[in-house]
């Protein structure tokens, strides 16, 4: 099994530029999520998924969108992006949301 | 509103010592108790974790102890080793439809073990 595995590991973006973050994961997990860790604020919810079809709103959704067509699968889209989506992002699937949650290796994404 | 604070924000402990890493929580919806362990450039992996009904959970050198009525839960590591040099995180998750279905993160303590 992969795991949880997470495209790209970098990226660069201009400001207002669009881009899709691409998580999955072969754990057949009904629970996926995507957190942002910014330096001293730990990691904050942006949005997550039940199941196929059902995504919902986390801490910070504001800028990014979300599906979930299947359930190995999780996109996050960033739809204008801005400087101050500037962050590490981690994806994240488990049997559900207060159960273990198993993290992907993270996307580093810089907006200039 | 940060609901989990975490402290301290830096630790430094001598091998073979004990670390002890404290978190508070506001939002008595709460029912999910972890935390994780982040090494460089990886993504958080769970250590341990507890629910409310027991008061404290022990494995290996690690060990949480919760306090319900304080709204307090502690990570012990006994017998610090070089290799615990990490940044550790404590989370809480509430009872499904408590809130945001998903983890809300303390802002982690950076934890050195001198050899």
């Known amino acids: 099994n992969a795991g949880v595995t997470q495209t790209p590991k970098f990226q660069v973006l201009k400001t207002g530029q669009s881009m899709t973050l691409q998580c999955a994961q072969d754990?057949?997990?009904?629970?996926m999520s995507w957190y942002r860790q910014d330096p001293g604020m730990g990691l904050r919810l942006i949005h997550y998924?039940?199941?196929?079809?059902?995504?919902d709103q986390g801490e910070v959704p504001n800028g990014y969108n979300v599906s979930r067509s299947t359930t190995e699968d999780f996109p996050l889209r960033l739809l204008s992006a801005a400087p101050s989506q500037t962050s590490v992002y981690f994806c994240?699937?488990?049997?559900?949301?207060?159960?273990?949650?198993?993290f992907g290796p993270g996307t580093r994404l810089t907006v200039t | 509103q940060q609901q989990v604070k975490q402290s301290p924000q830096s630790l430094i402990v001598q091998k073979g010592g004990i670390s002890i890493i404290n978190c508070a929580y506001e939002?008595?919806?709460?029912?999910?108790f972890p935390w994780y362990q982040q090494f460089p450039g990886k993504g958080p992996a769970l250590l341990i974790a507890?629910?409310?009904?027991?008061s404290e959970k022990k494995e290996g050198r690690f060990t949480i102890s919760f306090n319900k009525s304080a709204k307090q839960f502690s990570l012990h590591i006994m017998d610090s080793q070089p290799g615990d040099s990490a940044t550790y995180f404590c989370?809480?998750?509430?009872?499904?439809?408590?809130?945001?279905?998903?983890?809300?993160f303390g802002k982690g303590t950076h934890l050195i073990i001198q050899p």
């Open positions: 989370a809480a998750s509430p009872a499904s439809g408590g809130g945001a279905d998903g983890l809300t």
């Open positions: 754990m057949n997990h009904e629970y």
């Open positions: 939002n008595t919806a709460f029912d999910y």
């Open positions: 507890i629910r409310p009904d027991v």
């Open positions: 994240a699937s488990g049997q559900g949301a207060n159960y273990e949650q198993y």
């Open positions: 998924s039940v199941g196929a079809g059902i995504t």
